[in-house]
C-alpha cells in the first residue's frame, strides 16, 4: 500500500515562503514520477510541478521562476519550494505518484493535500 503524507502547508503572507514535504513509500527501485498539483476554491485541480526518476523537471507557467520541486531519494521525501507566494496561489496543495503516460506524469497514488493560504 503505497502512502503520500503531506507537510508544511500554513497561511503566510504575500511575498514569504514555504517549503511543502511529502513523504512517501514509493519502492526506490522502481521507476515513477512524482508531482505537485493545487486545486484553488474557485479552480480545478491543477499540475504545478512534476519530477521524474532522472531528475527532469516539470513547472507550470504560473509559478515558473517561483516554485521548485526536488527530492530526497534516500529518504523518500518529495519538496515543493514555493517562494514569493501570491495570493492567488491559495490552495489546496496535494502529492501525488505514478508513473510517465505520453510525456506526462499521470498519478495513481495521492496524498490527503496540505492547505496554503496566502494573504
Known amino acids: 500500500q503505497v502512502q503520500l503524507v503531506e507537510s508544511g502547508g500554513g497561511s503566510v503572507q504575500a511575498g514569504r515562503s514555504l517549503r511543502l514535504s511529502c513523504t512517501n513509500t514509493?519502492?526506490?527501485?522502481?521507476?515513477?514520477?512524482m508531482a505537485w498539483f493545487r486545486q484553488g476554491p474557485t479552480s480545478g485541480r491543477q499540475l504545478i510541478a512534476s519530477i521524474e526518476e532522472s531528475g527532469t523537471t516539470f513547472i507550470a507557467d504560473s509559478v515558473k521562476g517561483r516554485f521548485t520541486i526536488s527530492k530526497d531519494g534516500g529518504k523518500n521525501i518529495l519538496y515543493l519550494q514555493m517562494d514569493n507566494l501570491k495570493p492567488e496561489d491559495t490552495a489546496m496543495y496535494t502529492c501525488?505518484?505514478?508513473?510517465?503516460?505520453?510525456?506526462?506524469?499521470?498519478?495513481?497514488?495521492w496524498g490527503q493535500g496540505t492547505q496554503v493560504t496566502v494573504s
Open positions: 501525488a505518484a505514478g508513473w510517465k503516460v505520453d510525456g506526462t506524469c499521470s498519478p495513481s497514488f
Open positions: 514509493m519502492d526506490p527501485y522502481s521507476t515513477y514520477c
